[in-house]
């Protein structure tokens, strides 16, 4: 991935400051796709503010957060880690070919009961 | 009261019922919906990134339609609400966005956040009453056992939805009580079912949807309610372990009022 994306790009992405947080977990205790990440919401946080942004670009953590805004709900510091991960994940999808899923995945993926919702989500989340 | 009324994607397809039965529900109560012309899908979730603004179009011009009536937009699907309204905070408060969305929209007049956003139990709360609610009641779901919930966008983030208290909200709960029926309170009722997961990891959604059921069933719930269409679809179709009925709320209102077998079905 030869994006070069900066810890600056991301901030300025989320309009998060990693630097309020003050490392209580919260964050990941509360997530219900803690145990399907390979980072979780507070290694978020921290891997931003150090750069380490080639490390969650390429981890398919950025692909599990539900979007459920426990998170940002439940942070006393009020940091918002959901936003430093869909920044992480716009970054990649808004690269040329990068999309994680598009509308020809869907027909396989397609029940009955599947309400459109769903779909419109996904393209809204993985795809650019 | 008449409101403008944003129905949405998936009411018109998949949850027809969540739609129908709020329909004839609140012109049952006096409470007029019009429905917005030329409404456009609201995208499902809110664009978080502070750098988006394409993605919030659709829902500018759906708060737009109601402004120029003079009406509050009513909204029933829980992602709808969740993304208009926040988007309605985002023209109050963002400049940024504001002006570059009303330079793409190029409206008769700017849109500057002047709408107001009400969820239909807010419009059961707040201009019905649960009082009055219950006064209508024809057919109460006397000792039924039900589980309400709300999962996340409701709720969350409580500092612009402010629908009800984030961790121990009340509102469908009172919304049961008002139908005759018995609401029954567990720890899962504000966490997520997995959302739109169920299509690419379904495992990690029936392992979501099994804890909230569990929870719903221990605390001795017999069916448990909901708002949201992708919440009724994992709810019902990733439940594995523990099964319980899956209704909308509003069918639950409809039979309440004594309207089954009306309006000519």
């Known amino acids: ?128 | 009261m008449t409101y403008s009324y944003y129905p949405g994607c998936t009411l018109k397809t998949k949850a027809k019922g969540l739609d129908r039965f709020g329909r004839l529900s609140a012109e049952a109560l006096g409470v007029q919906l019009e429905e917005i012309e030329n409404w456009q899908c609201c995208g499902a979730v809110y664009p978080q990134a502070s750098d988006e603004i394409a993605t919030k179009l659709s829902a500018i011009r759906a708060l737009d339609a109601a402004k120029g009536k003079g009406q509050k937009l009513l909204t029933l699907c829980s992602a709808c609400h969740h993304v208009i309204k926040r988007v309605n905070h985002d023209m109050q408060t963002d400049a940024n966005l504001r002006q570059k969305a009303n330079n793409y929209l190029q409206l008769e007049t700017p849109y500057l956040g002047e709408a107001e956003v009400v969820h239909y139990l807010e419009m059961l709360r707040d201009e019905v009453g649960f009082d009055n609610l219950r006064k209508a009641v024809k057919n109460p779901l006397k000792g039924v056992k039900i589980a309400a919930y709300y999962g996340c966008l409701l709720l969350r983030p409580s500092g612009v939805m402010a629908f009800d208290d984030p961790e121990c909200p009340r509102i469908i709960e009172d919304f049961v009580t008002a139908i005759g029926a018995t609401p029954v309170i567990y720890s899962q009722r504000n966490e997520c079912c997995g959302g739109y997961m169920a299509l690419e990891d379904k495992p990690a959604a029936q392992k979501r949807v099994d804890a909230i059921l569990k929870s719903a069933k221990d605390a001795g719930a017999e069916l448990i309610i909901t708002a949201c269409p992708l919440c009724m679809y994992n709810l019902d179709a990733n439940a594995t372990a523990n099964v319980l009925p899956v209704k909308y709320f509003t069918e639950l209102l409809y039979q309440a009022l004594g309207l089954e077998g009306k309006e000519g079905e």
């Open chain 1, 1 to 128: 991935m030869a994006a070069n994306v900066t810890t600056e790009d991301i901030l300025r992405i989320s309009g998060v400051n990693p630097r309020k947080c003050m490392k209580c977990g919260k964050c990941s205790g509360t997530c219900p796709a803690y145990d399907e990440m390979e980072y979780h919401p507070h290694q978020f946080v921290y891997m931003v503010e150090r750069g380490q942004i080639d490390k969650l670009m390429q981890s398919k953590s950025i692909y599990r957060c539900l979007t459920c805004f426990a998170c940002l709900e439940r942070c006393p510091r009020n940091v918002e880690p959901a936003k430093l991960i869909e920044a992480v994940r716009l970054a990649v999808i808004r690269q040329q070919g990068m999309n994680h899923m598009t509308e020809n995945d869907i027909p396989a993926l397609l029940d009955d009961k599947l309400p459109q919702q769903a779909i419109v989500s996904a393209m809204r989340k993985y795809k650019k």
